[in-house]
């Protein structure tokens, strides 16, 4: 399939860039389309172990060409931080590639990110704190800097002039001190001239790459629930997750995307503020946590953990038309006695849902569970459908049958090759009831 589209059907941390690894074995391009150094996708491979935060997740594989798409926000100095660690690590990074029309975070985004959250004091989002939402705030209000700007010192002293104008009312509501419009020019021309070859038009790549029939990847960033659409506003991030704005953030038709693939976690976590109605304060959402290492890449912060929610999943399946399921981190799963799944939502007025609700409505929403029988043998090591427990099978079935979607990859471990591709009909075997309802 020469399009693919790997995205988030959940909050976040599906295993996505863990996905892209794998694929990108096969892959002539990868894409990432929307997002920042916000993102943290975790790859293992042979090189070592990597949190990857802008650089797309196929930059292992050297005949790969790797774009930060025009969708995404990017902020030059964390990225050459990420680009050292990568070099340190011996991955050479002639094939990434760079948007000039994918907007600047500059210092004072991130800053803004931080002042705006301490001001919505009892109702914080918890950002990352990297200054995504002043971004994309900046490019909707047509005030932004884009990379292509870093690489023509007198436009950008022009773009600056204006921008820095709004920038420094805005700090000064805030008690903050003025940006020196020289300063910042300056620091903005060095960037230019460091990361100026790599920072180039990548349309007419991607095109040439979609219509000779490349195997391109378009990778994204955190979850549908937090779309900024679709998701629990105002606890999202500032940019669509789901596969529509693949096509805008990386350029190509969305007539032109063969693939859809839903990365979801067999469990739910989330990080950062807002409705999450599976959240498990018990000893088994401590479980997952310590099992499952569930800890942010960017932030370090605890991720919140739940049982499998498939009214979010059946949300993201619709939204992004998922054409296969990969479903991340059974084995963390392993030794649990049962496991639940929400199948739907009742509502504080009483009323029984399967659909995400807005925000308000989804606030006090309570989840409505099936039960599971859970299993005891390991699966870190099965590459079998076949081999995997009967309990896990039937699990697997009923996430693929509630989401309405083939599975077609299950990763049992954080490494590449640790995974099980189903072959098409197989996940059908297996099928039981739930325990109780
Ligand atoms: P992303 O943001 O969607 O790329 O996901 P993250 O990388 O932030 O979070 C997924 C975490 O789970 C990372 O630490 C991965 O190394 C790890 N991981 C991915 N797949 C598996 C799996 O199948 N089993 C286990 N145990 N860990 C996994
Ligand atoms: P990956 O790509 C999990 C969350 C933050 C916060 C909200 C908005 O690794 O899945 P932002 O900094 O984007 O303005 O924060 O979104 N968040 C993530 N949660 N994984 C991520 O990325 C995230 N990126 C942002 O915690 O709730
Ligand atoms: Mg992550």
Not at 99 to 128: C, K, M, W
Request: charged content about 20%; proline content about 6%; overall charge negative.
């Amino acid at each position: 399939m020469p399009v693919t589209a790997i995205v988030g059907a959940q909050w976040g941390d599906e295993g996505k860039g863990r996905m892209v690894d794998w694929l990108a074995q096969e892959a002539d391009m990868v894409v990432r389309f929307q997002g920042g150094d916000n993102a943290g996708h975790t790859v293992v491979n042979r090189l070592g172990k990597f949190a990857l935060h802008l650089i797309p997740s196929g930059i292992f594989n050297p005949a790969t060409a790797c774009i930060v798409g025009t969708g995404t926000v990017v902020n030059p100095e964390t990225l050459l931080e990420e680009m050292a660690a990568l070099e340190a690590a011996g991955v050479a990074l002639d094939n990434l590639w760079l948007s000039n029309r994918a907007h600047v975070i500059l210092p004072y985004h991130r800053q803004l990110d931080g002042l705006q959250e301490a001001a919505r004091s009892g109702s914080r989002i918890g950002t990352t704190g990297r200054g995504i939402g002043p971004t994309y705030a900046d490019k909707a209000a047509r005030f932004g800097i884009r990379l292509g700007d870093l690489i023509r010192p007198a436009y950008l002293r022009e773009r600056l002039q204006l921008h820095l104008e709004q920038k420094n009312r805005t700090l000064a509501l805030f008690g903050a001190p003025p940006l020196d419009l020289e300063e910042v020019t300056a620091g903005c021309v060095r960037y230019g001239e460091i990361l100026g070859a790599r920072i180039v038009d990548t349309l007419p790549r991607v095109r040439a790459a979609v219509e000779r029939g490349d195997n391109v990847l378009l990778e994204g960033q955190l979850g549908v629930m937090r779309d900024v659409d679709w998701g629990t506003y105002p606890y999202v991030t500032s940019s669509n997750p789901i596969v529509g704005a693949a096509s805008a953030g990386a350029g190509i038709p969305p007539t032109r995307v063969d693939k859809v693939i839903g990365v979801v976690k067999a469990y739910s976590t989330a990080v950062g503020a807002g409705p999450f109605p599976c959240e498990l304060d018990d000893a088994n959402g401590e479980r997952l946590r310590l099992v499952g290492a569930e800890y942010g890449a960017t932030t370090g912060r605890p991720r919140r953990c739940g049982w499998y929610d498939a009214v979010a999943v059946g949300h993201a399946a619709w939204l992004n038309g998922f054409t296969t399921l990969a479903v991340t981190k059974l084995d963390v799963l392993d030794g649990m006695r049962e496991l639940k799944i929400c199948t739907a939502y009742r509502l504080a007025s009483g009323e029984v849902i399967d659909w995400v609700p807005d925000t308000p409505d989804m606030q006090d929403a309570t989840p409505i569970y099936e039960t599971w029988p859970g299993w005891s043998e390991p699966t870190t090591g099965v590459r079998a459908w076949d081999d995997l427990p009967k309990a896990a099978r039937a699990y697997l079935h009923r996430i693929s049958e509630l989401a309405g979607v083939p599975i077609e990859t299950v990763s049992v471990g954080a490494e590449r090759e640790q995974l099980v591709t189903v072959l098409p009909g197989e996940a059908d075997a297996g099928r039981t009831a739930p325990r109780h309802a």
